[in-house]
């Protein structure tokens, strides 16, 4: 007797039943499903098979499914058919996105031609701890403010929080055209759609895209399309560092996936916590960021933006985020109405790893250049009275002498690039030159 096998797994789901349920109910962003099971995060079908819209299972009752839509919701009507795809979101990861932009889902979107390659899940667990790599290494960000200042290493995670409108995308930008990373990943979650074709061709320019994988969901995508794009930009990160390579992913801002997954979470039915975030909202944010880091073989390093509301640094999403991360960079409204880009305010700024990723005479030269800059902040106020008598403070008189030269040190124009080696020499000389010579 012979026994039929099937060689290809998925063969087998032909012979199965399409089971198709109904749609009960639509409030909100949230449409009601019954007579289909399904897990959380499955991917179904609303509407015709010739133009269905997707949409993403985000909770369970016993009588119905509750999913939330990844495109506009306009023509869906009670007792449309909905089919469960049976799996989650995936995104198509290959040697093609070099150089692509796609929109928050993964889908090429620069009119390019369909990527080649093989379909991922978006959702992966996070290195295990004792599988992780140690950061030894720095990562050259082509900025001098912050391979002096606040180097960062391979596999570092970074916040730079910031308010509206302080340079955080122009900052984003000098780093994927400074950087040693071998790819860069840029996520551009809920800007504006003004904004992208501006980033694309004046900041990154082609040179910069050719070397990068840009995914982007303006603010007027559904919420679950933005919260998506962070989970699309690691999977191609995660890919790109499954291969050996040493990734560097930005992501413009871990702010707008906060305010998308609070929408998903209010639309399922949870309830408002600290300041509306439901609790899913502070679940989901190690979930995402602890994915980036080194590994076993190659890394990914992170740099998030974090967008402070009110310029109030403790407000909950970035108070979260600067518990998890490996570091911060602060920008900060009062250096960039003084015309002073990047506007990085490097006695608020740490790299956690700075210690590890740095030589002693590098360690003792930042050392020197925090104490001279807070020598300045201590006695600025009566400089400007006439009350400071030189000589009391020798670091604060110090200061005073290099102050020009130490302002033009942490300035930079957007269009330079500025080496790493070279900008550790530079602090030296400024900072040395007198005895040296």
Same mark, same amino acid.
């Given at each position: 007797?012979?026994?039929?096998?099937?060689?290809?797994?998925?063969?087998?789901?032909?012979?199965?039943?399409?089971?198709?349920?109904?749609?009960?109910?639509?409030?909100?962003?949230?449409?009601?499903?019954?007579?289909?099971?399904?897990?959380?995060?499955?991917?179904?079908?609303?509407?015709?098979?010739?133009?269905?819209?997707?949409?993403?299972?985000?909770?369970?009752?016993?009588?119905?499914?509750?999913?939330?839509?990844?495109?506009?919701?306009?023509?869906?009507?009670?007792?449309?058919?909905?089919?469960?795809?049976?799996?989650?979101?995936?995104?198509?990861?290959?040697?093609?996105?070099?150089?692509?932009?796609?929109?928050?889902?993964?889908?090429?979107?620069?009119?390019?031609?369909?990527?080649?390659?093989?379909?991922?899940?978006?959702?992966?667990?996070?290195?295990?701890?004792?599988?992780?790599?140690?950061?030894?290494?720095?990562?050259?960000?082509?900025?001098?403010?912050?391979?002096?200042?606040?180097?960062? =290493?391979?596999?570092?995670?970074?916040?730079?929080?910031? =308010?509206?409108?302080?340079?955080?995308?122009?900052?984003?930008?000098?780093?994927?055209? =400074?950087?040693?990373?071998?790819?860069?990943?840029?996520?551009?979650?809920?800007?504006?759609?003004?904004?992208?074709?501006?980033?694309?061709?004046?900041?990154?320019?082609?040179?910069?895209?050719?070397?990068?994988?840009?995914?982007?969901?303006?603010?007027?995508?559904?919420?679950?399309?933005?919260?998506?794009?962070?989970?699309?930009?690691?999977?191609?990160?995660?890919?790109?560092?499954?291969?050996?390579?040493?990734?560097?992913?930005?992501?413009?801002?871990?702010?707008?996936?906060?305010?998308?997954?609070?929408?998903?979470?209010?639309?399922?039915?949870?309830?408002?916590?600290?300041?509306?975030?439901?609790?899913?909202?502070?679940?989901?944010?190690?979930?995402?960021?602890?994915?980036?880091?080194?590994?076993?073989?190659?890394?990914?390093?992170?740099?998030?933006?974090?967008?402070?509301?009110?310029?109030?640094?403790?407000?909950?999403?970035?108070?979260?985020?600067?518990?998890?991360?490996?570091?911060?960079?602060?920008?900060?409204?009062?250096?960039?109405?003084?015309?002073?880009?990047?506007?990085?305010?490097?006695?608020?700024?740490?790299?956690?790893?700075?210690?590890?990723?740095?030589?002693?005479?590098?360690?003792?030269?930042?050392?020197?250049?925090?104490?001279?800059?807070?020598?300045?902040?201590?006695?600025?106020?009566?400089?400007?009275?006439?009350?400071?008598?030189?000589?009391?403070?020798?670091?604060?008189?110090?200061?005073?002498?290099?102050?020009?030269?130490?302002?033009?040190?942490?300035?930079?124009?957007?269009?330079?690039?500025?080496?790493?080696?070279?900008?550790?020499?530079?602090?030296?000389?400024?900072?040395?030159?007198?005895?040296?010579?």
């Amino acid at each position: 007797m012979t026994t039929l096998t099937f060689p290809v797994p998925e063969l087998a789901a032909y012979g199965k039943p399409r089971v198709v349920g109904r749609v009960t109910g639509v409030v909100g962003l949230a449409v009601s499903v019954s007579g289909i099971t399904a897990r959380v995060g499955d991917l179904v079908h609303i509407g015709p098979q010739d133009a269905p819209l997707p949409a993403e299972v985000v909770s369970l009752s016993a009588d119905r499914v509750v999913c939330l839509p990844l495109g506009p919701l306009d023509g869906i009507g009670i007792g449309q058919p909905v089919v469960n795809t049976g799996h989650p979101l995936r995104v198509v990861v290959g040697e093609g996105l070099r150089g692509r932009v796609l929109d928050g889902l993964g889908e090429p979107m620069d009119g390019g031609p369909a990527i080649v390659g093989r379909p991922v899940t978006v959702e992966m667990p996070p290195p295990s701890a004792l599988e992780r790599g140690l950061i030894r290494e720095p990562l050259q960000l082509g900025v001098r403010a912050l391979d002096t200042a606040v180097p960062c =290493g391979r596999g570092q995670r970074v916040g730079i929080f910031a =308010g509206s409108g302080v340079g955080k995308s122009s900052l984003l930008s000098m780093i994927t055209r =400074g950087t040693s990373a071998q790819i860069t990943v840029v996520a551009l979650i809920g800007e504006r759609g003004r904004e992208v074709r501006e980033f694309l061709e004046h900041d990154l320019g082609p040179e910069g895209l050719a070397r990068s994988v840009v995914v982007v969901a303006t603010s007027d995508q559904p919420p679950l399309v933005r919260l998506r794009a962070g989970f699309v930009a690691t999977r191609i990160a995660e890919w790109y560092r499954d291969q050996g390579m040493d990734v560097l992913l930005l992501m413009d801002s871990l702010t707008r996936i906060a305010t998308a997954q609070r929408e998903v979470g209010l639309s399922a039915g949870e309830p408002p916590a600290t300041r509306g975030y439901p609790p899913s909202v502070f679940a989901l944010m190690p979930r995402l960021l602890e994915r980036a880091g080194p590994a076993s073989k190659g890394s990914i390093t992170g740099l998030y933006t974090v967008l402070v509301e009110g310029d109030d640094h403790n407000e909950p999403i970035a108070d979260t985020a600067r518990s998890i991360l490996d570091g911060h960079i602060v920008l900060t409204r009062a250096l960039a109405t003084a015309a002073h880009f990047p506007s990085v305010d490097v006695l608020e700024s740490v790299s956690r790893v700075a210690g590890a990723v740095t030589t002693p005479e590098q360690r003792a030269d930042l050392s020197m250049l925090r104490r001279l800059l807070a020598a300045h902040r201590d006695v600025r106020e009566l400089v400007e009275i006439g009350a400071y008598a030189a000589g009391s403070n020798p670091d604060a008189d110090r200061a005073l002498a290099l102050w020009p030269r130490l302002m033009e040190f942490l300035r930079q124009d957007m269009d330079d690039r500025v080496p790493s080696a070279q900008s550790w020499a530079a602090l030296r000389e400024l900072l040395h030159g007198t005895e040296t010579r």
